[in-house]
């Protein structure tokens, strides 16, 4: 079993910046790859960042690459996500996940655990 616990969101203007932390526990942190995922009030939830477990490769969704950096230290179990140059359309609450294979986070479906999410809000 493994619990996330997302911190970080918060109220920004548009061109701002905020970092998200998910911290882990539980089994071997360092042997799931990490993601983050957003949604928006009124829509499904889709995939944005993830990071994979060996040698850190990163993916990125095309509406984030350039603005959004997600990185992990192994060492305190913690997965970040950096949001630079924020949008109103980036608004959603943004949710930690975690498992075996980034090829299911990037898919976005069948993933083993979840966090509770964190409202990141971008005023205009």
């Known amino acids: 079993q493994v619990q996330l616990v997302e911190s970080g969101g918060g109220l920004v203007q548009a061109g701002g910046s905020l970092r998200l932390s998910c911290a882990a526990s539980?089994?071997?942190?360092?042997?799931?790859?990490m993601g983050w995922f957003r949604q928006a009030p009124g829509k499904k939830r889709e995939f944005v960042a993830c990071i994979t477990w060996s040698v850190g490769s990163t993916y990125y969704a095309d509406s984030v690459k350039g603005r959004f950096t997600i990185s992990r230290d192994n060492g305190k179990n913690t997965v970040y996500l950096q949001m630079n140059s924020l949008k109103p359309d980036d608004t959603a609450v943004y949710y930690c996940?975690?498992?075996?294979?980034?090829?299911?986070?990037?898919?976005?479906?069948?993933?083993?655990?979840w966090g509770q999410g964190t409202q990141v809000t971008v005023s205009s």
């Open positions: 539980g089994r071997t942190f360092s042997s799931y790859a």
């Open positions: 996940a975690a498992d075996p294979y980034a090829s299911t986070l990037r898919r976005g479906s069948n993933i083993d655990y």
